[in-house]
């Protein structure tokens, strides 16, 4: 079984920055984090869930959301298991839950976690 449990999200001002945790827990069967697709995505309240940043399969790729280029970056740890988004200049408009993606070639297979709630406010 693959649980996906994001962390770091919470309160900040304008300006500030956070650095989001997303943690796969799986078994040998799962093999490396590389074999897969990382990404982030986040949903507003009323709005639908949006694409953020993703790295691709092996690594070489790396988009993001015209939204948060040159604020935002994706990593991860491959050791570990991990998944990274950092942050910065963050606005209200960034205001959202937070969702971790590890997914497979045609979204086979397809894991989120739970979310971690991001609020830009003064």
């Known amino acids: 079984q693959v649980q996906i449990v994001e962390s770091g999200g919470g309160l900040v001002q304008p300006g500030g920055s956070l650095r989001l945790s997303c943690a796969v827990s799986?078994?040998?069967?799962?093999?490396?984090?590389?074999?897969?697709?990382t990404a982030w995505y986040r949903q507003a309240p009323g709005k639908e869930r949006e694409f953020v940043a993703h790295?691709?399969?092996?690594?070489?790729?790396?988009d993001y959301a015209d939204s948060v280029k040159g604020r935002f970056t994706i990593s991860r740890d491959i050791g570990k298991k991990a998944v990274f988004l950092q942050m910065n200049n963050l606005q209200p408009e960034d205001t959202a839950m937070y969702y971790c993606?590890?997914?497979?070639?045609?979204?086979?297979?397809?894991?989120w976690g739970q979310g971690t709630q991001v609020t830009v406010s003064s």
């Open positions: 993606n590890i997914r497979g070639p045609h979204r086979r297979p397809d894991y």
């Open positions: 790295l691709s399969i092996g690594g070489s790729g790396i």
């Open positions: 799986a078994g040998r069967t799962f093999g490396s984090i590389v074999a897969y697709i």
